[in-house]
Structure formats: C-alpha cells, structure tokens
C-alpha cells in the first residue's frame, strides 16, 4: 500500500484518497507529489495554482514535498537567471507551506536541487532556514544524488531527516547502491528512510515493454510489438506470470497492447517487478558479506560500494561529499550510465 500521484492530475478532486479507497490505517503511505514538474511542461490543467497543490496533498497525502520549480529536461542549458527563479519560486512554497499547514502527523519535504556542487550548496543556503521533516532530489546521475546526501550529511540535516526522496530514479542498477546505504545507514541507527520514485515502468508498458523478471542491472522483458500477429493463440496461453495482476490474462487479448487494459496490467505487473527486484537486493545486501556481493555484483558495482562505504564512514569530515562526489565521476563513463531508457529508442522502431 504506497502510493505516490501528482496534485496536477488529481487536484479536482479533494477527496482523491477516500475516493480510492486508501485506508488511512494502511501499512504503507500516500506520498502527494506537488506538480512543479507539470507547470513546467505545460501539463498542468487551468485552475492549478501553490494554493491547490498545497490543500491537496494536505487533506490527501502522508507525505509531499514543496512546490518547486524544477529544472527542464535540457538540463545542461539552465541559465543562471533560470536557477535564481527557480531557487525564489521554491522559497515562496517553503514560506506558503509553513504558514498553512495545520497537520503536525504529515512529513513535508524540503527541496534541494543542483547539477553540480557549487549549485547544490547555492540552493541548500537558500532553503536551509526553512525547517521540514525531510528533503527531497531530483538528482540525474549517481555523482548528484550521493553529493546531495553526503552534503546534507555535512550540514546536520540527516540526523532531523525522517525521509530523502529521489524523484525519477530511472536507472534500476542505482538501487543497488541506495540500498547499501540504507543498509549502512541502519547499522548506525539512522533512522532516515530513502526512498525513490519512477515513470519508467509505466513508460515502458507505452513502448509494448513487460517486465519478465529482474536482473541486477535491468530488466528481462517480453517486447510486444504490432509487427506481430498474435491471432493464432488461443485462450489456453495465458501470461507467463503467476502474479495477481496477470495470472490467467489470455496472451491474445493481451498482445494487443495499444488497448488501455494493456496499459494498466502491463504498468501495474512491471512496478511489481521493480519492488521485487528492490526486495532482492535488500536480502543480499542484509546478509553483511562482501564475499557475497563480491559473488553477486560486478567488479565495478563493488567499488562503487566501497566509495559510498568510506563516504559513510567520514560522513561528518568537512569536505567528505566533495570526496565522494569526485570518487564517483569516473564510474559515470561505463556501463553504469547504460540505463534501461536508453532502449526506448530501439523499441520506437518496432512500432
């Protein structure tokens, strides 16, 4: 039972939760994302405003970050004109959220944003006065979102930091060094919670992609296509899978994948997979033996690790995250930055 959905889509309607049916004594939480992303492309609907989000995620969320105005996807031609705006926009949601709220049981979560260090640090001095229970990143590569943390480590905030979320963590192989931290972090007691959130599965099921079954660096996929004729199958094949979503869906029926029903299995199936996949890493990395990740991860994902380790280790040394963050740069030029998206341009062919 976690959830995580925009306020730009669901804003008209004020008791969206209820209207789903998410119990508020759910295992899990309903995390508000505030739609900064959907003003910035344009898709939010008339009417939405720092205001709406605000008293959306308010009455219907556990958990939700500021209303900020994030970065365009032309990441590397934000001016600093652009970065200043951006950096006042997220300053007036602080104030406007800390002046409304009336819920002391929900976890609001700052926002810290930068592509480099000198911006990360430039946006911390700006934000840090404004005093919530988390933060939140939206970090594209690993050298970002570990220069962030070990900043954040630096400053004092992770102690008072109930959760740090990374928003469009599309790179599956990244879970495996999130996880380890978290593994390093509750070993000293920490009791910050990392989490993470993707499109990626949804988008995949938009290209025909169904996740068969995890790897440690992506994912296995059935790739239907319409270059295909599937009409022959009769309705004794089935889904290769055993899962609740799937089980017993004809692959006929299935196979035409321009369908909404296709959308929404396919969708639903490949977030399981991911959480399955999350779900294993946490039990190999739980066991505590290098030997073990030594047998499991690559030569590569090894080092990383130990980087993120020493990192953990000198986390309150003044400059550590500067360390951390060049450590990691020379990983950002091999396989690790060979992510699962990168095959949408492939598949785009087929169809």
């Not at 959220?97 to 976890?107: A, C, G, S, V």
């Not at 102690?159 to 599956?172: G, P």
């Amino acid at each position: 039972p976690y959830l995580l959905t925009s306020a730009a889509h669901n804003f008209k309607d004020m008791n969206f939760r209820e209207t789903i049916g998410f119990d508020e004594n759910s295992e899990g939480y309903f995390m508000g994302d505030s739609g900064g992303y959907q003003i910035l492309t344009g898709k939010a609907p008339k009417g939405f405003s720092r205001e709406v989000s605000f008293e959306w995620m308010e009455k219907n969320a556990d958990v939700f970050p500021l209303l900020d105005m994030p970065f365009p996807k032309n990441y590397s031609a934000v001016s600093n004109e652009y970065f200043t705006k951006s950096v006042e926009y997220t300053k007036e949601s602080a104030r406007y959220f800390l002046d409304k709220r009336t819920k002391n049981d929900t976890i609001i979560l700052n926002v810290i944003q930068g592509r480099d260090l000198a911006e990360i640090e430039r946006w911390y001095e700006e934000l840090k006065d404004f005093k919530f229970e988390g933060w939140a990143f939206g970090g594209y590569n690993l050298t970002q979102i570990m220069g962030a943390l070990f900043y954040l480590f630096e400053k004092g905030e992770i102690e008072n930091t109930k959760l740090f979320h990374i928003f469009m963590l599309s790179k599956a192989r990244y879970m495996i060094f999130l996880v380890y931290l978290q593994y390093l972090m509750h070993k000293e007691s920490y009791e910050t919670v990392i989490s993470y959130d993707s499109s990626y599965p949804v988008i995949q099921s938009a290209f025909g992609n169904y996740f068969l079954y995890p790897t440690l660096t992506g994912f296995k996929t059935i790739r239907f296509s319409n270059r295909y004729d599937y009409s022959h199958l009769t309705d004794e094949n089935v889904i290769p899978c055993e899962c609740n979503t799937c089980k017993g869906v004809p692959l006929k029926e299935f196979a035409e994948f321009t369908t909404e029903r296709f959308y929404a299995i396919c969708s639903a199936h490949n977030i399981q997979i991911i959480v399955d996949y999350k779900r294993m890493l946490e039990n190999v990395i739980r066991t505590g033996s290098m030997e073990i990740y030594e047998g499991i991860f690559s030569a590569v994902d090894i080092k990383i690790m130990k980087v993120i380790e020493r990192a953990f280790n000198n986390r309150n040394k003044a400059g550590n995250y500067r360390k951390v963050y060049q450590d990691l740069q020379p990983f950002m030029v091999n396989l690790l930055e060979e992510d699962e998206t990168d095959t949408i341009s492939e598949f785009s062919e087929l169809f």
